[in-house]
């Protein structure tokens, strides 16, 4: 498989549910970045790590937490959201933070009952 | 800081004709510049990047840019429209250059309407 993959694809969860979500890059890239993409709204940075350290978290509740064990990982754990959680989620990729050119998953579509 | 204006949020056109998506920016530093494009149910895909070397610069699927300093602009357009082209287009800006920057600063996009 090449480039950025996202699992799943659609997520449906209540609010007391504990879900993860996973992105793998095949790029051999060093910085990779959450989004979210609300309806009307521009995409939004969460996070980003680069070399797998963390080096941005743009001011996200705490309910999402992420983790890169290697460089090719990143995933998204996701407890007691919120139905305004609700969106697309995307993963992104590039050489390393700085290197602008970034490569996007497909996204996971997160729904919050 | 910087920031970016995508002046239409629709644009419609016939199939055949010419596309212009406009485009505005504001940055401190000099830029670099991106066309997305987001099919539905797709992540993002790269059009173009401008990176301060030509000023005209000529992306996939027949797609070009020009970066205008003085306008702070960087319009999309494409001589002819086709059907495939109906998607969802972000320009985004970054005053990345190397290292220890945040990532990048999108549009609220454009959504490109081709009518047959």
């Known amino acids: 498989e090449t480039g950025v993959t996202q699992t799943p694809r659609h997520l449906v969860m209540g609010m007391t549910n504990k879900k993860s979500l996973k992105c793998e890059q095949h790029l051999g890239h060093n910085a990779m970045y959450w989004y979210k993409q609300s309806a009307k709204k521009p995409l939004e940075l969460m996070f980003v790590y680069n070399f797998k350290e963390q080096t941005e978290n743009n001011s996200v509740p705490s309910r999402f937490s992420p983790e890169c064990p290697n460089s090719s990982h990143l995933f998204l754990h996701l407890h007691t959201l919120q139905p305004e959680d609700s969106a697309l989620y995307l993963c992104?990729?590039?050489?390393?933070?700085?290197?602008?050119?970034?490569?996007f998953g497909p996204g996971t579509r997160l729904t919050v009952l | 800081a910087q920031s970016v204006t995508q002046l239409d949020s629709h644009v419609s056109v016939s199939e055949g004709t010419p596309v212009l998506l406009r485009c505005n920016y504001s940055s401190s530093y000099s830029p670099s510049l991106f066309w997305y494009v987001q099919h539905p149910n797709k992540g993002l895909q790269l059009l173009l990047k401008?990176?301060?070397?030509?000023?005209l610069v000529k992306g996939i699927n027949g797609f070009e840019a020009e970066f205008k300093k003085s306008e702070t602009s960087f319009h999309l357009t494409k001589p002819s429209a086709h059907m495939s082209d109906a998607a969802e287009y972000f320009c985004v800006v970054s005053e990345a250059l190397g290292g220890g920057a945040d990532g990048l600063t999108f549009g609220k996009g454009t959504h490109l309407i081709i009518q047959p």
């Open positions: 992104a990729s590039s050489q390393a933070q700085g290197y602008n050119e970034q490569f």
């Open positions: 401008y990176t301060s070397a030509a000023t």
